[in-house]
């Protein structure tokens, strides 16, 4: 059984606090009283830990600018989203993470794990909210999903379950195949690489498969096991989430093709690329999810009220000019559920 989901700024923005200078409000107190006025404007940060794009537009800012308007708050009328960009420098992230606490905002969302520890460093009181974090409970952001205590909550980017329907998506576009490795570089992959396994190898157990860990943590490291699976027929492979052989995609999807090598992706980057096909959390979604706890906290919701959630919503992609090449037909139920079909 097929187990898939139905998966801008120009300048910055005006600082709060310049912003409230302006007016007037040169203190901390008339900052706050500001924020406490019935029907006044409210202020939430947004902190990135990437570049900023040309136009200051993401899927990112995008999506919590939606969620927020979900809620009621329009960016530019009754609240001012303020994005802080990172650019991958973990000193200039939590430089950022220490000005945002100190700026009289009224909620401040971290995406990722580094921003939203920033964050969390630097205040205990104003409400946070956290996107694309995979493990808040051992990061220390919240006590548990349920109730997460404290001023912290959000939404969770990784699914344990995921190692079982990259497996189960590979049984069904290879039904022969005997052995399935999955690839990844521990040093980098969530809980070492051992995140996904469990439901990996449950699933290797139901469809009669012999399940492989295999380790990578250099380019000759990739092509040599790519290189090997080549070489024993019926074996398949599940390319493993980590940061790792996202950012060498091109290596990954090169070394597959040479060796004729069914694959299956957690990216849609690699089908894009020339990989097969791919099945991966849809983080639009939770882009915007965050916006929507961020605008219920801005009606009053408490974050330790709001449970940590895990993703609900999948994108699966698949390349039929690479299943031609590769002689593998796409079953229709697979195609009927894929978001993404590259022609």
Do not use: C
């Not at 202020?43 to 009621?72: F, M, N, Q, Y």
């Not at 950012?247 to 097969?276: H, I, K, P």
């Amino acid at each position: 059984m097929l187990l898939f989901g139905r998966f801008k700024r120009g300048v910055r923005s005006l600082k709060r606090r310049d912003f409230l200078a302006l007016a007037g409000g040169a203190t901390v107190f008339p900052r706050i009283a500001l924020a406490q006025q019935p029907g006044g404007r409210k202020w939430v940060g947004l902190l990135l830990s990437t570049a900023r794009t040309p136009d200051g537009s993401s899927p990112t800012t995008d999506g919590v600018r939606a969620g927020l308007k979900e809620e009621g708050f329009i960016d530019g009328a009754n609240v001012t989203l303020d994005v802080r960009y990172g650019l991958y420098d973990v000193g200039l992230i939590r430089a950022e993470a220490r000005d945002l606490a100190g700026g009289g905002y009224d909620v401040l969302v971290g995406m990722n794990t580094t921003s939203t520890a920033a964050l969390v460093a630097e205040t205990k009181t104003i409400p946070i909210v956290f996107g694309a974090v995979a493990d808040p409970i051992g990061s220390g952001f919240v006590q548990n999903f349920a109730a997460p205590g404290g001023n912290v909550t959000g939404f969770t980017n990784y699914d344990a379950a995921m190692g079982g329907k990259w497996l189960d998506m590979l049984h069904q576009v290879a039904p022969g195949v005997r052995r399935a490795v999955m690839m990844s570089n521990p040093d980098v992959a969530p809980g070492g690489g051992n995140f996904f396994l469990p439901s990996f190898q449950a699933a290797a157990g139901a469809l009669g498969i012999e399940p492989v860990v295999v380790g990578v943590r250099t380019l000759a490291e990739i092509d040599g096991a790519i290189a090997a699976m080549g070489k024993v027929a019926g074996t398949g492979l599940v390319v493993g989430l980590d940061s790792y052989t996202f950012s060498n995609s091109r290596t990954v999807v090169d070394a597959v093709a040479r060796e004729n090598v069914t694959a299956v992706y957690f990216d849609q980057r690699f089908v894009e690329q020339g990989g097969l096909i791919s099945y991966e959390v849809d983080v639009d979604d939770i882009y915007r999810q965050a916006g929507r706890y961020a605008g219920l906290i801005l009606k009053g919701a408490r974050p330790s009220d709001l449970p940590v959630q895990a993703p609900t919503k999948y994108v699966l992609s698949v390349n039929l000019t690479t299943a031609r090449a590769q002689g593998i037909g796409i079953p229709p139920d697979v195609l009927v559920l894929a978001d993404e079909v590259i022609q």
